[in-house]
């Protein structure tokens, strides 16, 4: 029985349990049971609970469609016993109910008939299971449940849409959004905004303007920073909420490096090199959310000896550095990240991180910074070198400064990375031919990496994210044609003459390496 026969199985049996109100596992078992028993859990990951007589401790959780049992482990593993563990949106449901992620397990009618009618009994003499915050309120629950499992995921932003009929959770997983679970009711989705901005100390009278915030939530085991960004529009208003885990670098055991980012060799020994130079800036750049807050981090973290005063301001503070002194930005009491790295130069630094430079004032005074005697690290969002050039001539910055304290810029991107349990590979098509032809990469035409899908990955295809970066050493011969203003063309062949690839080269690296698929590198980098 191979895997392909098993998902052509296990769709057509789903489709007869729900004809039928029986249980997926049921339908498979009608022929060669014990094959099916052990090739669910070979093929699919998915367990299966057949015997009716094994003692269990099964708490009962209500469900549509009926009652799933939730079944006790150990503290880290539990199972949900489902008639249908392939129900995606049921699976969500039940994970928001009940806080927490729990294994869903294909059980047969004879197991759920078994021991539900004593979990029917027990859930009308019984609280119910356990939520992220034990709230009573749904509306509390559903927001807090939320946040909880989104941290679980390993989510970056947490969405809250809403329409006319309620709102839909969406978590931003690897990059790309996948829907976590809905809330119906029109009332019920303003007051789960309305709930949000309570946390955040928003206005909740206020729904015809954006508002941003932020708050501490701790409940059922986690505790996090999240940044609220509140946006009317035609249903009412939506929520995103950034998370914030500031105990992720808190210990050096779990002190993030370039190597565990991705970088590859010749850009991570370049990195650290630019990063312990005396002074200058280090520039990373890149789109929002390509990482760059998170490789200064690290780039800052293999350098914190505790020999030199390092100080950063942020906005907000994402993680926490041990022996640094981390400023956060607060421009309701007036502390922008100008006025604060102006104070910060008072303070007898070496190091200093500016989070961001969004504005005119605060590149002129990171430049100064630079060039009298600090080393400066900090992002800026542009996508690539050139555009970085152009974004400090449009703040209006000296650009014989700025090129004399710019020592080096890191142009990064995120791409998503093949699950290594179901990823495949196939041929090109025709249009794919003739642009790997046009790219002088012949080589991949017989095998592309093939995106598939299974339980692991979520039936995403990928799991897990890397970085794929160019690193740009500034020479003199570099500023050099920055300050005769060289056209763009000139500076390209410049920068990418010697062995400096492209990202859309290195991408293609990574392709053949079959850690990415080319779908991929079009929807991160483009194909130009």
Not at 295 to 319: F, M, R, W
Request: aromatic share 6%; net charge negative.
């Amino acid at each position: 029985m191979t895997p392909q026969d098993v998902r052509v199985a296990v769709a057509a049996a789903r489709e007869r349990a729900r004809a039928a109100g029986t249980s997926v596992l049921d339908e498979l078992c009608v022929d060669d049971a014990a094959d099916w028993l052990h090739a669910l859990p070979l093929h699919t990951g998915i367990e299966v609970a057949a015997d009716p007589h094994v003692p269990m401790e099964a708490q009962p959780l209500e469900v549509r469609g009926g009652i799933a049992l939730v079944v006790a482990g150990t503290e880290r593993r539990q199972q949900l016993l489902m008639a249908d563990p392939w129900d995606e949106a049921l699976l969500a449901e039940a994970h928001l109910r009940l806080g927490r992620y729990v294994e869903p397990v294909a059980a047969t009618g004879a197991v759920l008939r078994r021991w539900a009618p004593s979990a029917e009994a027990s859930a009308r003499t019984e609280p119910k299971p356990p939520t992220g915050a034990g709230n009573a309120s749904p509306v509390v629950d559903f927001v807090d449940q939320s946040i909880v499992r989104g941290y679980q995921e390993g989510a970056s932003d947490i969405h809250f849409e809403c329409d006319r009929q309620g709102v839909t959770v969406k978590l931003r997983l690897d990059g790309v959004m996948s829907t976590l679970g809905r809330l119906e009711g029109q009332q019920q989705a303003e007051e789960v905004i309305s709930r949000i901005k309570v946390l955040s100390q928003l206005d909740i009278t206020e729904r015809r303007l954006p508002q941003d915030g932020r708050f501490r939530f701790d409940g059922a085991g986690v505790g996090l920073d999240l940044r609220v960004s509140i946006m009317p529009s035609v249903f009412g208003e939506d929520a995103v909420l950034r998370l914030l885990d500031k105990s992720h670098l808190r210990s050096k055991e779990e002190d993030i490096t370039l190597d565990a980012l991705g970088f590859d060799d010749a850009n991570a020994k370049s990195i650290r090199w630019l990063a312990n130079l005396p002074n200058g800036m280090l520039l990373v750049t890149g789109p929002t959310g390509s990482g760059k807050t998170t490789t200064v981090y690290a780039a800052l973290s293999e350098i914190n000896t505790g020999l030199e005063k390092i100080i950063t301001i942020e906005d907000p503070v994402e993680y926490e550095l041990p022996g640094v002194l981390q400023i956060p930005v607060n421009e309701r009491k007036g502390l922008t990240f100008a006025k604060g790295l102006r104070s910060i130069l008072r303070h007898d630094p070496d190091r200093i991180l500016v989070g961001e430079i969004r504005d005119a004032e605060t590149a002129e005074i990171a430049v100064q910074s630079a060039l009298t005697g600090h080393l400066v690290f900090t992002t800026v969002h542009a996508n690539s070198l050139f555009d970085v050039i152009g974004r400090f001539k449009h703040f209006g910055i000296d650009m014989f400064g700025f090129v004399s304290s710019l020592n080096g810029v890191v142009v990064q991107r995120l791409f998503r990375q093949l699950c290594p349990l179901c990823a495949r590979l196939r041929p090109a098509t025709t249009d794919e031919q003739a642009w790997l032809v046009q790219n002088d990469r012949a080589d991949l035409i017989s095998g592309l990496p093939h995106v598939v899908g299974c339980e692991a990955c979520h039936h995403s295809g990928y799991k897990g994210r890397f970085v794929v970066a160019e690193v740009h050493r500034l020479s003199d011969a570099m500023r050099d044609l920055v300050m005769r203003q060289a056209d763009v063309s000139e500076l390209k062949r410049f920068a990418f003459s010697g062995d400096i690839k492209t990202l859309l080269q290195r991408g293609l690296d990574q392709v053949a390496n079959r850690r990415t698929s080319l779908e991929e590198l079009f929807r991160v980098v483009g194909q130009i």
